[in-house]
């Protein structure tokens, strides 16, 4: 089991920044590959960015290409999403997730372990 939780939402102004943290626990860390996910009302879960077990390898949404990027910290057994020059569209809960699989994970149904999220709100 993988326990994920996840930190760093709040109210911006459309440009800001944010960095999201999410904290990964349950096993070792370079032993499953981390995502991002999020949410918007009424919309369907959608991939944002994930990184490899090593943190060599990083896929994003090609929406987010340029504006977000996802980082991990072994010694901190933590994921990063930053995301700078947020738009009010970006108004979502952001999950982390977890996987065991190998290759690129950029389907929901890749991952397995989920965090509760964390809500972002950018105000235009």
């Known amino acids: 089991q993988v326990q994920l939780v996840e930190s760093g939402g709040g109210l911006v102004q459309a440009g800001a920044s944010l960095r999201l943290s999410c904290a990964a626990s349950g096993r070792t860390f370079n032993s499953f590959a981390k995502g991002w996910f999020r949410q918007a009302p009424g919309k369907e879960r959608e991939f944002v960015a994930s990184?490899?077990?090593?943190?060599?390898?990083?896929y994003y949404a090609d929406s987010m290409k340029g504006r977000f990027a996802i980082s991990s910290d072994n010694a901190k057994n933590t994921v990063y999403l930053q995301m700078n020059n947020l738009k009010p569209e970006d108004t979502a809960v952001y999950y982390c997730?977890?996987?065991?699989?190998?290759?690129?994970?950029?389907?929901?149904?890749?991952?397995?372990?989920w965090g509760l999220g964390t809500q972002v709100t950018v105000s235009s």
């Open positions: 997730a977890a996987t065991f699989k190998y290759g690129s994970s950029t389907q929901s149904t890749d991952f397995t372990f």
């Open positions: 990184i490899s077990r090593t943190g060599h390898a990083t």
